[in-house]
């Protein structure tokens, strides 16, 4: 299984970027889906999650700037951040948490992603 992110890159401060994580390989359901970040110096913190039913989870910083969705159809998660600011700036990953049912057999594991750069100018 592997995460493909894209959406990264340079804004300004104030401005707005929408990132995007799509699973693929073989995955019996995807469960819940989230975005961490990692700026330079730092520890990898949560950013935002999502269950299957969609129901979502911020970290105090982020909400009311970050909005996370989904597709399951698509396998898809997405991160729409607005306002960002300077201290936005980090490398952003994807995390699923998916089952396999293989010959009778249940496996539930995680994957990351590359991670794709943000990076907020002032």
């Known amino acids: 299984v592997q995460l493909v992110e894209s959406g990264g890159g340079l804004v300004q401060s104030g401005g707005s970027l929408r990132l995007s994580c799509t699973a693929s390989?073989?995955?019996?359901?995807?469960?819940?889906m989230g975005w961490y970040r990692q700026a330079p110096g730092k520890e990898r913190e949560l950013v935002a999650s999502?269950?299957?039913?969609?129901?979502?989870n911020y970290a105090d910083s982020m909400k009311g700037r970050f909005t996370i969705s989904r597709d399951n159809a698509e396998r898809a998660v997405y991160l729409q951040m607005d306002s960002l600011n300077s201290e936005d700036t980090a490398v952003y990953y994807c995390?699923?948490?998916?089952?396999?049912?293989?010959?009778?057999?249940?496996?539930?594991?995680?994957?990351w992603g590359q991670g794709t750069l943000v990076t907020v100018s002032s």
């Open positions: 999502i269950t299957a039913g969609g129901r979502t």
């Open positions: 995390k699923t948490l998916y089952t396999v049912i293989m010959g009778g057999f249940v496996r539930n594991l995680a994957v």
């Open positions: 390989g073989t995955i019996s359901s995807i469960n819940a």
